[in-house]
Nanobody, 126 residues
Framework: VPLQASGGGLVQPGGSLRLSCASS????????IGWFRQAPGKEREGVSFIGTSADPRTSYANSVKGRFTISRDTAKNTVYLQMNSLKPEDTGVYYC???????????????????WGQGTQVTVSS
């Protein structure tokens, strides 16, 4: 599944960004989608998850609950990650990942996903 992540950039603390995860040729509604991030020198960590369109429950890492929102637009074949109240510790490369048969309890485990996008850089700094 070819995935394209976009929307990253430089933002001041307290600002907002919206990341997009799109696919050309594959219907993302059939896939569970996870957002991960990786800061320099740190392991990749799960940020948020949304199930397939048939079961669109969401999950969030404790560090982003109340600030980030994941959503789908099936008409645009895109999954979004709205990030508000950004903090410097949110800085990193953000990746979207897709999996067709994900066990929900493993949503934050990177090895549970077979398909990955190329990543988009998010920098939160004044």
């Amino acid at each position: 599944v070819p995935l394209q992540a976009s929307g990253g950039g430089l933002v001041q603390p307290g600002g907002s960004l919206r990341l997009s995860c799109a696919s050309s040729g594959f219907t993302l509604a059939y896939y569970a989608i996870g957002w991960f991030r990786q800061a320099p020198g740190k392991e990749r960590e799960g940020v948020s998850f949304i199930g397939t369109s048939a079961d669109p429950r969401t999950s969030y890492a404790n560090s982003v609950k109340g600030r980030f929102t994941i959503s789908r637009d099936t008409a645009k074949n895109t999954v979004y990650l709205q990030m508000n109240s950004l903090k410097p510790e949110d800085t990193g490369v953000y990746y979207c990942a897709a999996e067709g048969t994900l066990i929900r309890s493993s949503w934050s485990t990177s090895t549970a996903y077979d398909y990955w996008g190329q990543g988009t850089q998010v920098t939160v700094s004044s």
